[in-house]
Protein backbone atom coordinates (compact mmCIF):
# COMPACT_ATOMS: atom_id res chain seq x y z
CA UNK A 1 0.00 0.00 0.00
CA UNK A 2 0.70 3.61 -0.33
CA UNK A 3 0.91 4.30 3.63
CA UNK A 4 3.43 1.17 4.00
CA UNK A 5 5.58 2.75 1.18
CA UNK A 6 5.67 5.81 2.71
CA UNK A 7 6.44 4.69 6.30
CA UNK A 8 8.76 1.59 5.52
CA UNK A 9 12.25 1.29 5.97
CA UNK A 10 13.43 1.31 2.61
CA UNK A 11 13.97 4.77 1.08
CA UNK A 12 13.49 3.54 -2.41
CA UNK A 13 9.52 2.40 -1.50
CA UNK A 14 9.42 5.46 -0.16
CA UNK A 15 10.82 7.37 -2.92
CA UNK A 16 8.26 5.46 -5.21
CA UNK A 17 5.29 5.89 -2.93
CA UNK A 18 5.77 9.69 -2.77
CA UNK A 19 6.04 9.59 -6.35
CA UNK A 20 2.76 7.85 -6.78
CA UNK A 21 0.72 10.08 -4.43
CA UNK A 22 2.03 12.82 -6.57
CA UNK A 23 0.81 11.13 -9.67
CA UNK A 24 -2.53 10.07 -7.97
CA UNK A 25 -5.70 11.70 -9.81
CA UNK A 26 -7.08 14.59 -7.84
CA UNK A 27 -10.44 12.87 -6.98
CA UNK A 28 -8.63 10.24 -5.50
CA UNK A 29 -6.08 12.59 -3.67
CA UNK A 30 -9.72 14.18 -2.25
CA UNK A 31 -10.91 11.05 -0.88
CA UNK A 32 -7.76 9.55 0.50
CA UNK A 33 -7.78 9.23 4.18
CA UNK A 34 -5.68 12.16 6.16
CA UNK A 35 -3.13 9.67 7.63
CA UNK A 36 -1.97 9.15 3.97
CA UNK A 37 -1.00 12.36 3.62
CA UNK A 38 0.40 12.40 7.44
CA UNK A 39 2.62 9.98 6.31
CA UNK A 40 3.48 11.97 3.30
CA UNK A 41 4.99 14.70 5.50
CA UNK A 42 8.46 13.31 6.90
CA UNK A 43 9.08 11.86 3.22
CA UNK A 44 9.47 15.96 3.07
CA UNK A 45 12.58 15.59 4.98
CA UNK A 46 13.73 12.16 4.65
CA UNK A 47 17.79 12.17 5.30
CA UNK A 48 17.90 10.56 1.27
CA UNK A 49 17.79 13.24 -1.56
CA UNK A 50 15.66 11.29 -3.62
CA UNK A 51 12.90 10.44 -1.42
CA UNK A 52 12.53 14.54 -0.27
CA UNK A 53 13.01 15.16 -3.52
CA UNK A 54 10.24 13.00 -4.83
CA UNK A 55 8.43 14.28 -2.37
CA UNK A 56 9.04 17.88 -3.42
CA UNK A 57 7.87 17.09 -6.97
CA UNK A 58 4.72 15.26 -5.62
CA UNK A 59 3.94 18.11 -3.92
CA UNK A 60 4.06 20.83 -6.92
CA UNK A 61 1.12 18.35 -8.04
CA UNK A 62 -1.31 18.43 -5.27
CA UNK A 63 -2.87 19.87 -2.68
CA UNK A 64 -2.48 18.81 0.78
CA UNK A 65 -5.90 19.46 3.61
CA UNK A 66 -4.91 22.57 5.36
CA UNK A 67 -4.51 21.39 8.60
CA UNK A 68 -1.40 19.83 7.13
CA UNK A 69 0.13 23.09 5.34
CA UNK A 70 1.95 24.35 8.37
CA UNK A 71 4.08 21.51 8.61
CA UNK A 72 4.88 21.32 4.90
CA UNK A 73 6.55 24.77 5.23
CA UNK A 74 8.29 23.95 7.93
CA UNK A 75 9.45 21.13 5.81
CA UNK A 76 10.30 22.60 2.73
CA UNK A 77 11.73 25.66 5.24
CA UNK A 78 14.40 23.54 6.53
CA UNK A 79 15.51 21.60 2.62
CA UNK A 80 15.84 25.59 1.86
CA UNK A 81 17.96 26.48 4.74
CA UNK A 82 20.00 22.62 4.79
CA UNK A 83 21.17 23.40 0.81
CA UNK A 84 21.06 26.88 1.12
CA UNK A 85 23.68 26.70 3.34
CA UNK A 86 25.33 23.45 1.26
CA UNK A 87 26.30 26.37 -1.30
Known amino acids: SLYSG ?3 ASASRRGAAATAIGKLPA ?3 RHAPDL ?3 AFIPTLTDPYRHVHGASLKALERMTLPDALKPQ ?3 AVSALVAYYGERN
Do not use: C, P, Q, S
Open 72 to 74: VRH
Open 27 to 29: RLR
Open 6 to 8: LVG
Open 36 to 38: LFE
